[in-house]
């Protein structure tokens, strides 16, 4: 059955705020001030490059509204949240091009060119930041029908779905019914748990309610389209013969993402050289030698390789064997708690991208003492191992810190949607999104407890 994707996904949210903003920055930077670009030629590509330098660090600190909003979250709170956020990036901004100016002296009319940006970007600071929270109070306001939906099945898996939905990134509501009891009405939308489960009658009932325009989709299209992540637990055999959870291994999308983990890992491996050299330096200082911590992990088919970390812990930290990560664990160090929360640590594997063993963008590589734990108790586990392990990956970006079996099985379940939606343009969504993270050093300390 066919059925509407909601245009309210972050995806197409975050798109639309950005071309919001695009739009009044060019309107504030050629109408309110009637910029010639005869009068000053150089600022051509500079105002070109704050718009670009706008919306990247804007998205980093979390300007732009996401997919899940806190419902108690009021008006005015979120007009000061975005104008605080706003006036950030407006003063990085401005300061930016204003600096550049004056110290390369590209024009004879600096102090001009100074009163300009400082005009221009208080105009545009004020009316961007407002246009936001219109947009975002709007999209709220007209969400609220597309994110209601009503399940028809078993009980058990109701319970599953409804336990899933708090880490999901799109806010929806899920109630349960029974088919018999439902009548047409302009808001339903439904979830199917098994269409075998019903009669003709029944069944001619869904299609009734679908010729009159009612959303009908199973729970796997729900799960893709709202927790936008596959649940092991309520997969089937029948998924996997369709062929729905495999990844070709020699197409020209996995040689581009191949020569993409080569070249950026290079850049960054120097970019970050002084980075990891003064991390280094620190480590010794606090706790002396090894620098490295090196552990053999599970990769691409199962096969094991070694990964080196910068070491974070105290040394015999596992004296005692392998063990899951905690909150406030006693085994890291003062400076190791640091380079973890930003995962300067995590900057050595650069090397395992370079030599093929892993990739940028995957699952996270587990240890293969707790794989053996992890394949006896969740089920179609060695799935994750059909693709190249990865730095980052779609479970990181959308869910904490695992130190589990119950997070590893969460975390699975975003393995999956990576393993049957793997793209270039999901790739670079996830880079983005870990970038994202990382300045706000957010997504590796483990949380306390996770249903």
Same mark, same amino acid.
């Given at each position: @059955?066919?059925?509407?994707?909601?245009?309210?996904? !972050?995806?197409?949210?975050?798109?639309?705020?950005?071309?919001?903003?695009?739009?009044?920055?060019?309107?504030?930077?050629?109408? !309110?001030?009637?910029?010639?670009?005869?009068?000053?030629?150089?600022?051509?590509?500079?105002?070109?490059?704050?718009?670009?330098?706008? %919306?990247?660090?804007?998205?980093?600190?979390?300007?732009?509204?996401?997919?899940?909003?806190?419902? *108690?979250?009021?008006?005015?709170?979120?007009?000061?949240?975005?104008?605080?956020?706003?006036?950030?990036?407006?003063?990085?901004?401005?300061?930016?091009?204003?600096?550049?100016?004056?110290?390369?002296?590209?024009?004879?009319?600096?102090?001009?060119?100074?009163?300009?940006?400082? *005009?221009?970007?208080?105009?545009?600071?004020?009316?961007?930041?407002?246009?936001?929270?219109?947009?975002?109070?709007?999209?709220?306001?007209?969400?609220?029908?597309?994110?209601?939906?009503?399940?028809?099945?078993?009980?058990?898996?109701?319970?599953? %779905?409804?336990?899933?939905?708090?880490?999901?990134?799109?806010?929806?509501?899920?109630?349960?019914?029974?088919?018999?009891?439902?009548?047409?009405?302009?808001?339903?939308?439904?979830?199917?748990?098994?269409?075998?489960?019903?009669?003709?009658?029944?069944?001619?009932?869904?299609?009734?309610?679908?010729?009159?325009?009612?959303?009908?989709?199973?729970?796997?299209?729900?799960?893709?389209?709202?927790?936008?992540?596959?649940?092991?637990?309520?997969?089937?055999?029948?998924?996997?013969?369709?062929?729905?959870?495999?990844?070709?291994?020699?197409? %020209?999308?996995?040689?581009?993402?191949?020569?993409?983990?080569?070249?950026?890992?290079?850049?960054?491996?120097?970019?970050?050289?002084?980075?990891?050299?003064?991390?280094?330096?620190?480590?010794?200082?606090?706790?002396?030698?090894?620098?490295?911590?090196?552990?053999?992990?599970?990769?691409?088919?199962?096969?094991?390789? &070694?990964?080196?970390?910068?070491?974070?812990?105290?040394?015999?930290?596992?004296?005692?064997?392998?063990?899951?990560? @905690?909150?406030?664990?006693?085994?890291?160090?003062?400076?190791?708690?640091?380079?973890?929360?930003? &995962?300067?640590?995590?900057?050595?594997?650069?090397?395992?991208?370079?030599?093929?063993?892993?990739?940028?963008?995957?699952?996270?590589?587990?240890?293969?003492?707790?794989?053996? *734990?992890?394949?006896?108790?969740?089920?179609?586990?060695?799935?994750?191992?059909?693709?190249?392990?990865?730095?980052?990956?779609?479970?990181?970006?959308?869910?904490?810190?695992?130190?589990?079996?119950?997070?590893?099985?969460?975390?699975?379940?975003?393995?999956?949607?990576?393993?049957?939606?793997?793209?270039?343009? %999901?790739?670079?969504?996830?880079?983005?999104?870990?970038?994202?993270?990382?300045?706000?050093?957010?997504?590796?300390?483990?949380?306390?407890?996770?249903?």
């Amino acid at each position: @059955m066919q059925f509407r994707i909601p245009w309210i996904l !972050s995806r197409k949210r975050l798109i639309a705020a950005t071309l919001l903003d695009s739009v009044i920055f060019i309107a504030s930077y050629t109408f !309110s001030f009637r910029l010639s670009f005869e009068r000053w030629p150089d600022l051509n590509f500079s105002i070109a490059f704050f718009l670009i330098y706008w %919306l990247i660090v804007s998205y980093v600190i979390g300007r732009y509204p996401r997919s899940h909003h806190p419902p *108690q979250i009021s008006t005015l709170l979120n007009i000061s949240q975005q104008l605080f956020k706003t006036l950030f990036v407006a003063l990085l901004s401005t300061c930016c091009i204003i600096v550049y100016y004056n110290f390369f002296k590209l024009t004879n009319s600096v102090e001009s060119v100074n009163i300009f940006l400082l *005009q221009s970007g208080i105009l545009f600071c004020i009316i961007s930041s407002s246009s936001q929270v219109l947009f975002d109070d709007w999209i709220r306001r007209n969400s609220k029908k597309n994110n209601l939906w009503t399940f028809i099945g078993s009980q058990n898996n109701f319970h599953k %779905l409804q336990n899933y939905l708090q880490w999901s990134r799109v806010p929806a509501k899920l109630y349960f019914a029974e088919i018999d009891n439902l009548n047409i009405c302009s808001s339903l939308q439904i979830v199917v748990d098994n269409y075998t489960d019903y009669n003709k009658s029944q069944l001619d009932k869904l299609l009734h309610f679908q010729q009159t325009g009612i959303t009908i989709i199973t729970k796997y299209s729900w799960c893709k389209l709202i927790l936008q992540r596959f649940p092991p637990d309520l997969l089937t055999e029948v998924e996997l013969l369709r062929g729905e959870f495999s990844m070709p291994q020699s197409n %020209l999308q996995t040689r581009i993402k191949r020569l993409g983990d080569v070249i950026i890992s290079l850049l960054l491996l120097i970019s970050s050289f002084p980075l990891i050299f003064f991390s280094c330096f620190l480590i010794f200082l606090e706790d002396g030698n090894p620098i490295f911590y090196s552990q053999i992990r599970s990769g691409l088919s199962g096969k094991s390789y &070694r990964v080196w970390k910068l070491r974070t812990m105290y040394r015999d930290s596992e004296k005692n064997g392998p063990q899951w990560g @905690m909150k406030t664990d006693p085994r890291v160090t003062k400076i190791g708690y640091f380079l973890r929360k930003f &995962r300067i640590d995590e900057l050595p594997q650069l090397l395992c991208v370079l030599n093929g063993t892993m990739s940028l963008i995957g699952p996270r590589p587990e240890r293969p003492e707790f794989d053996v *734990q992890l394949e006896a108790e969740l089920p179609f586990y060695k799935l994750r191992y059909k693709m190249r392990p990865g730095l980052s990956g779609w479970a990181q970006v959308n869910y904490p810190y695992g130190a589990s079996v119950k997070d590893s099985a969460n975390k699975l379940s975003y393995d999956l949607y990576y393993l049957r939606n793997a793209s270039l343009w %999901l790739d670079l969504l996830i880079l983005v999104k870990t970038i994202r993270l990382v300045f706000n050093a957010q997504g590796s300390i483990p949380v306390d407890k996770i249903n």
